[in-house]
């Protein structure tokens, strides 16, 4: 079992950066495959980034890809997002994911554990 918290939301201007952080529970944390996913509102759950157990492997959606940085300290049992050039339509709920599967996937079915969400406002 992994419990999953998220904090770094806020309201920020366009342009501006935000770091979320994803703290988890559990002594396996170094073992699962993490990811970010985002919703607004009326909007269906979107993957954003995910990153491997390792660190080496990250992917990424196309429409942050450049702008956002998925990390991991496993020492700290924490994965990071860094959003910078931040525009209107990242604003979202964004969601931390994690999975115990060997390999990075963009596919909300393919996490077990779920954050409750920080929410993230861009204005323009």
């Known amino acids: 079992q992994v419990q999953l918290v998220e904090s770094g939301g806020g309201l920020v201007q366009a342009g501006g950066s935000l770091r979320l952080s994803c703290a988890a529970s559990?002594?396996?944390?170094?073992?699962?495959?993490m990811g970010w996913f985002r919703q607004a509102p009326g909007k269906e759950r979107e993957f954003v980034a995910t990153i491997s157990w390792s660190g080496v492997t990250t992917y990424y959606a196309d429409s942050v890809k450049g702008r956002f940085t998925i990390s991991r300290d496993n020492a700290k049992n924490t994965v990071y997002l860094q959003m910078n050039s931040l525009k209107a339509e990242d604003t979202a709920v964004y969601y931390c994911?994690?999975?115990?599967?060997?390999?990075?996937?963009?596919?909300?079915?393919?996490?077990?554990?779920w954050g409750q969400g920080t929410q993230v406002t861009v204005s323009s």
């Open positions: 994911a994690a999975d115990s599967r060997p390999y990075t996937s963009p596919s909300y079915n393919d996490y077990n554990y």
């Open positions: 559990g002594r396996t944390f170094s073992s699962y495959v």
